[in-house]
Every structure is written in C-alpha cells, then in structure tokens.
Nanobody, 128 residues
Framework: QVQLVESGGGLVQAGGSLRLSCAAS????????MGWFRQAPGKEREFVAA????????YYGDSVKGRFTISRDNAKNTVYLQVSSLKPEDTAVYYCAATRQGATTFRSLSLLSTYNYWGQGTQVTVSS
C-alpha cells in the first residue's frame, strides 16, 4: 500500500514557475514508476509526465514538453514536477500517481489505468 500526498500548488502569473512535490509512504518507493496527471474543470484527466522506476527515464505530454520537468529522489520518497513558463491553460488540479506494474514505456505510463495509487491533488491556477 502506498499513500501519496501532493503539495506546492498555488496561484501564479503567466510565465511563472512552481515546483510540485509528491511524498510517498512505504519502503519500496524506488520500485514504483511515478506519474503526474492533471484535470481542468469540465475536462478529462490528462497525462502530464512520468518517470520510470529503474533507469529514471522520463516522458511528457505534448502540451508540456520543454516547460515541465519530472524528477525523483528515492532517498526522500518524493517525486517532483517543476512547472515553468506557465500558461492559463495549465490551470488544473495536478495529481500524483504510482504503479508497481513494471511499466517502462510512454504508451503504458501515459494511461490512467496503469496506476494503482493516487494522491488527493494540488491546485495550480495561472492568471493571465
């Protein structure tokens, strides 16, 4: 069982940056692939970024490539999402997710159904 707690969201002007954090419980964090998703009002939850458990390979959704960076610190049981050059359309609740299914490809890690555990979300609001 893994519990995930996100933090770091807030209100920021367009062009600004934030660092989102996701703290995980459990002693086997390093064996989980981690992902970030977001959901804007009235829209479906969409893939943002993921990082594999083994080699730390990273994947990004097309709308955030070059602006967002995912990383992990296994010693701290934490995954981060650095969000930069923010746009009003980045406004959403950002969710952290974890999976032990051994997924290592973009195709699998970009799917909601791949993940077993979810956090409660943190709100990011970008003003124009």
């Amino acid at each position: 069982q893994v519990q995930l707690v996100e933090s770091g969201g807030g209100l920021v002007q367009a062009g600004g940056s934030l660092r989102l954090s996701c703290a995980a419980s459990g002693r086997t964090f390093s064996s989980y692939a981690m992902g970030w998703f977001r959901q804007a009002p009235g829209k479906e939850r969409e893939f943002v970024a993921a990082i594999t458990w083994n080699l730390g390979n990273t994947y990004y959704g097309d709308s955030v490539k070059g602006r967002f960076t995912i990383s992990r610190d296994n010693a701290k049981n934490t995954v981060y999402l650095q969000v930069s050059s923010l746009k009003p359309e980045d406004t959403a609740v950002y969710y952290c997710a974890a999976t032990r299914q051994g997924a290592t490809t973009f195709r699998s890690l970009s799917l909601l159904s791949t993940y077993n555990y979810w956090g409660q979300g943190t709100q990011v609001t970008v003003s124009s």
